[in-house]
């Protein structure tokens, strides 16, 4: 799921969207080439309904929910869906290609499909308007908030949908130009010399970034208790595995709180991260943070051996563009 859509619709939680009285939903969602055997959905207030898939390759089941928005996740991916009172709710999609797949049918789903279809719309917006100029990208934030707005206003949705959606649209087009400009600040460290680091290192001592200049360096900032950080871990350590002996060193920072530096060594310990493990000494604060405009985690980082950046977003472990750019660059 698109991080901007998310952020965009990070004001449903302040909206008292549930009814006062729950209502019956029912639910049936074929998945092809699923993560998992279970599905969850999750809404406010702490509901959460986990559906086992049955003999027949069905996750179904009856529950009753109040009317809002939701995300269901298949263990790996999510999304967001909004269920109404007594509705009949037929999901398909192919885990491959999770958000481009999504489509609902049944009663009560066309605020589904129209959430499901936006979070596409905003995905390519980020992918294209992001490459362009300041004044071009900001024509076309203005023109994708009055679509949006116009969009959502003609289609047969329920009121607290649309004003929802709404305000959502809002908060995505200034979250969208925080992130542009984060973003072209990044792109402008693209061949110039990394901000420099010096962090406590898990085996014992500190480590600097001038300390592994020669080699190429590849950088994982995360914390223990970001989710999608860890869910890449396998991957990493995969990648680490294959290029073992390369001229790469991958380095995992941890931006958690001083606090929890003992929980951050016990997790590398006990879960045996491998490559170099290093503590920043200022979580998000830190200067390495900051000087890449760093405002969510995972955040992959590409250095050359010249100590230059070439990727100052790079691709994460569980991307295979990932595997061939290394592959090219250490043959």
Same mark, same amino acid.
């Given at each position: 799921?698109? &991080?901007?859509?998310?952020?965009?619709?990070? %004001?449903?939680?302040?909206?008292?969207?549930?009814?006062?009285? &729950?209502?019956? %939903? &029912?639910?049936?969602? &074929? %998945?092809?080439?699923?993560?998992?055997?279970?599905?969850? %959905?999750?809404g406010k207030d702490n509901f959460k309904q986990v559906i086992p898939i049955n003999k027949k390759e069905l996750f179904t089941a009856s529950f009753d929910a109040p009317k809002g928005f939701y995300v269901f996740s298949d263990g790996k991916e999510s999304s967001n869906l909004y269920l109404k009172p007594n509705s009949e709710v037929n999901l398909t999609l192919d885990a491959k290609e999770f958000d481009e797949t999504i489509v609902f049918k049944g009663k009560g789903v066309n605020e589904s499909n129209f959430l499901a279809q936006q979070a596409l719309k905003d995905e390519n917006f980020q992918k294209d308007a992001f490459a362009k100029e300041q004044a071009e990208f900001s024509a076309l934030l203005d023109a994708k908030l009055k679509t949006d707005t116009e969009s959502v206003e003609k289609g047969d949705f329920d009121p607290e949908f649309k004003t929802a959606l709404k305000n959502s649209f809002i908060s995505f087009n200034q979250y969208a130009g925080q992130q542009y400009e984060i973003t072209a600040k990044a792109n402008k460290l693209a061949g110039k010399p990394s901000p420099g680091f010096d962090y406590e290192n898990h085996k014992g001592g500190k480590t600097k970034l001038s300390d592994l200049k020669g080699k190429y360096v590849y950088i994982d900032l995360w914390a223990t208790w970001c989710a999608p950080c860890r869910a890449e871990i396998p991957y990493l350590q995969k990648i680490e595995e294959k290029y073992h002996g390369k001229n790469i060193e991958f380095v995992s920072i941890s931006i958690d709180k001083l606090k929890d530096n003992e929980k951050w060594k016990k997790f590398v310990t006990d879960k045996n991260l491998g490559g170099t493990q290093l503590f920043a000494d200022k979580d998000w604060e830190s200067e390495f943070v900051t000087n890449y405009g760093v405002t969510g985690i995972p955040r992959f980082i590409l250095i050359d051996p010249q100590g230059n950046v070439v990727n100052s977003d790079a691709f994460r472990p569980s991307d295979p563009a990932l595997d061939s750019q290394l592959n090219t660059l250490l043959k």
């Open positions: 799921m698109n &991080k901007l859509f998310i952020a965009g619709l990070a %004001i449903f939680s302040t909206l008292n969207l549930a009814a006062q009285s &729950k209502n019956q %939903i &029912k639910f049936t969602a &074929k %998945i092809a080439n699923r993560n998992s055997d279970t599905l969850v %959905i999750r």
